[in-house]
C-alpha cells in the first residue's frame, strides 16, 4: 500500500524611492574581493513599507497508482481478464481523483518471490508513486504445502518455513520501491471461505480440488498476516513510508454480510466494496497526497 507533496515564498524588498531631503553624496567605497575573501554583499531596505509575501497555489500532481498481486487482486491475468469477479481497483476508480492513473497488475497463482523476480517489467516501467502489494495467499501453496496429507495435521516447520519465505521477498519488493522514491501499501490476504479443499494437478496441469477432503488453510494464513503486519510495523518504527490495509480484520469485522465472497477465495462484490474502503482510509490518512 503502493495505494497514492510547499509553496515558494517571495521576499519583496523595497528600496528608497526617493528623500525630502537633498543627499549628501560620498565617493563609493568598494571592497578589494582579495582583501576581504569571506566578504558578501549585503543590502538593507530603509523603507517603512511591510510587504506580505505573496503565496503561490500549491498545483497537485497526478499520481500514478500501480495495484500489483495475485489473483484476490483481480480474478484472471493481466490483459485476459474477462468479466468474471471483482476488484477493489474498480471500487477506487469513481472515488479517486480522477486524474489519478490506475494500473492492475494482476497475476494469478504467483507468490511474492515471482513478483520480486518480475517487479522490473511488471511495475517499475509505469515509474509509479505508490504501488500496492497483494500478496500471501498463493505463498503457502494450498493444503499440500503446510499439512500432511495422510493426517492433515499442520506442518510447523514448513509453514515457518514459507512465511519466512514470503516475509524476505515482499521485504525485496518493499526495499525496491523505496530505493525510488515510491509509497507502498501492504494488503494482507482475507481469509478462505471455510475450510480449503485438497487439490492436485490434472493431466493438462490443471487444478484438481476434492471437495470432500479439506483443510484448515485459515490458520496458516493468519499467521502469514501476522508477519505481515510485523513487518510494516518495523517499516513504520524507522519512518519509511509503508502502510497496512489489514483485509484480513477487515473480513473478522464483518462474519455475516452477504457477497463478501465470489467463491471460497476471491471477495465478492460487497467485499470489494469493503476493502476499497479500507484502502482508501489508508491512502487519505497516509503522508502520500
Request: contains cysteine; aromatic residues 12%.
Amino acid at each position: 500500500m503502493k495505494f497514492l507533496q510547499t509553496p515558494a515564498v517571495f521576499f519583496v524588498i523595497a528600496f528608497l524611492a526617493g528623500c525630502t531631503a537633498a543627499p549628501i553624496t560620498q565617493p563609493a567605497i568598494t571592497p578589494d574581493p582579495a582583501s576581504f575573501p569571506n566578504y558578501t554583499p549585503t543590502f538593507t531596505s530603509t523603507s517603512t513599507s511591510t510587504a506580505t509575501p505573496v503565496p503561490t497555489p500549491t498545483e497537485k500532481k497526478p499520481l500514478t497508482l500501480v495495484f500489483y498481486g495475485n489473483s484476490t487482486l483481480k480474478v484472471g491475468e493481466v490483459g485476459n481478464q474477462g468479466q468474471v469477479g471483482f476488484s477493489f481497483v474498480d471500487n477506487l476508480h469513481p472515488i479517486l481523483d480522477p486524474s489519478y492513473n490506475l494500473i492492475t497488475a494482476n497475476y494469478g497463482g504467483k507468490t511474492a518471490k515471482w513478483g520480486y523476480e518480475n517487479l522490473a517489467q511488471t511495475v517499475l516501467g509505469f515509474n509509479p508513486d505508490v504501488v500496492t502489494l497483494v500478496w500471501g495467499w498463493d505463498d503457502l501453496y494450498s493444503c499440500s504445502g503446510i499439512f500432511d496429507p495422510e493426517t492433515n495435521t499442520l506442518l510447523e516447520n514448513k509453514l515457518d518455513a514459507y512465511i519466512q519465505l514470503h516475509i524476505q521477498y515482499l521485504k525485496l519488493q518493499i526495499n525496491a520501491l523505496l530505493d525510488r522514491g515510491v509509497e507502498v501499501l501492504v494488503v494482507t490476504p482475507f481469509p478462505s471461505n471455510g475450510d480449503l479443499p485438497w487439490d492436485h494437478q490434472g493431466p493438462n496441469n490443471e487444478d484438481i480440488w476434492d471437495l470432500n477432503h479439506r483443510c484448515k488453510y485459515n490458520i496458516g494464513v493468519e499467521r502469514l498476516v501476522e508477519a505481515q503486519r510485523q513487518l510494516v510495523i518495523d517499516y513504520s518504527a524507522a519512518q519509511k513510508p509503508v502502510y497496512l490495509v489489514d483485509t484480513w480484520q477487515i473480513y473478522m469485522d464483518h462474519p455475516n454480510s452477504e457477497k463478501m465472497y465470489m467463491d471460497i477465495m476471491h471477495p465478492g462484490s460487497h467485499g470489494a466494496e469493503l476493502i476499497a474502503e479500507g484502502w482508501l482510509q489508508v491512502f487519505n490518512d497516509s503522508d502520500i497526497h
